[in-house]
């Protein structure tokens, strides 16, 4: 029972272009999550969301960033014309429905790094 | 500051020691959890209290949980090299179960 799969692992992007980062939660999992993690710091949350729906983007910036998890296939964040200031670590988190304390925590995934040059 | 606070920023001890983490956090809660995170990888969960519990043991590890005075703690018994690593907590923030607020982490070195 594979974890949670996050690739690529490493992104270098160039100014301008557009950022695609990949989530395949755990086997069983239907709630998706993204979280920003800059240098020296701890995790901010982007985005919560569950099958070809987006439940709370309270954490996403209002431009330039976009999230889905359709029916079929992984959950993907997607930055546009990325900048400087995007680079960091993206985690994704998953996992099953219902209340946290029946599962315990969540199963996080080894992250993108991506970095603006 | 942030909803979760770790204290100190740094530890560094000997093998065989304990190690003790504080989290300190702002508003009501319905659970907290303890995450580590090894330099380069993602979050492993270790722990969840809930608002309701006071104390959690999973082998070398303690939680307490002070709701009165919104703080936490986490020590680790009898460490070893290879609980190096990060260790953050988080909290609901008494948003829902599904958002988590992190705090900046304590950085742990354990040397041989």
């Known amino acids: 029972n594979a974890g949670v799969m996050q690739n690529p692992r490493h992104l270098v992007r160039r100014r301008g272009q557009e950022a695609r980062l990949r989530c395949s939660p755990m086997?069983?999992?239907?709630?998706v999550y993204w979280y920003r993690q800059l240098p020296e710091e701890g995790l901010k949350f982007m985005v919560y969301l569950q099958k070809e729906n987006i439940i709370d983007e309270s954490g996403m910036p209002k431009e330039r960033f976009s999230a889905e998890f359709p029916k079929e296939g992984p959950s993907i964040l997607r930055i546009q014309q990325v900048v400087r200031g995007d680079s960091a670590a993206y985690f994704c988190?998953?996992?099953?429905?219902?209340?946290?304390?029946?599962?315990?925590?969540?199963?996080f995934g080894s992250g993108t790094r991506l970095t603006v040059v | 500051s942030q909803q979760g606070e770790e204290d100190p920023q740094a530890l560094s001890i000997q093998e065989g020691e304990n190690a003790t983490m504080n989290c300190s956090y702002k508003t009501s809660i319905n659970n907290l959890q303890w995450y580590r995170q090894n330099s380069g990888r993602g979050l492993v969960h270790l722990i969840l209290i809930r608002s309701n519990e006071r104390e959690k043991h999973s082998g070398r590890l303690r939680v307490t949980l002070d709701t009165s005075k919104k703080s936490s703690s986490l020590l680790i018994t009898a460490s070893r090299a290879a609980d190096t690593a990060s260790y953050f907590c988080a909290t609901d923030a008494g948003t829902g179960f599904q958002k988590l607020v992190f705090g900046t982490g304590t950085r742990l070195l354990v040397s041989p």
């Open positions: 988190a998953s996992s099953p429905a219902g209340e946290i304390f029946r599962f315990g925590g969540y199963t």
């Open positions: 086997k069983g999992h239907s709630h």
